[in-house]
């Protein structure tokens, strides 16, 4: 049985970082593209950044320079550092895996197969 399982969140101020991991079992993951996406209240879960197994990232242009993505294939896991926190970076936070054949640059949420059940990150300001 796929599991993803992300830890990390939690209450900061504005500024502050965090550091989410996201580790996947049940199967080799390795040549996958893993990311992340938020999903805040009355808000549509968005994407945040993603990750190919050649260690290629992207990210969302309101993240880009502030979250960097990365993961250890040998741990099946993919970290999310978050520095200069602002408050609409609150939400949830999911990681999740997709075996697409795609450009991480032009994948949705509908082309990963496997999600994990979130992480709150509240930013206060």
């Known amino acids: 049985q796929v599991q993803l399982v992300e830890s990390g969140g939690g209450l900061v101020q504005a500024g502050d970082s965090l550091r989410l991991s996201c580790v996947a079992s049940?199967?080799?993951?390795?040549?996958?593209?893993m990311g992340w996406f938020r999903q805040a209240p009355a808000k549509e879960r968005e994407f945040v950044a993603a990750i190919r197994w050649s260690g290629s990232t992207y990210y969302a242009g309101s993240v880009k320079e502030r979250f960097t993505i990365s993961r250890d294939n040998a741990k099946n896991t993919v970290y999310l550092q978050m520095n200069s926190l602002k408050p609409e970076d609150t939400a949830v936070y999911y990681c999740?895996?997709?075996?697409?054949?795609?450009?991480?640059?032009?994948?949705?949420?509908?082309?990963?197969?496997?999600w994990g059940q979130g992480t709150q990150v509240t930013v206060s300001s």
């Open positions: 049940g199967r080799t993951f390795n040549s996958d593209a």
């Open positions: 999740a895996t997709s075996s697409a054949r795609k450009s991480i640059t032009t994948m949705g949420a509908r082309d990963y197969q496997y």
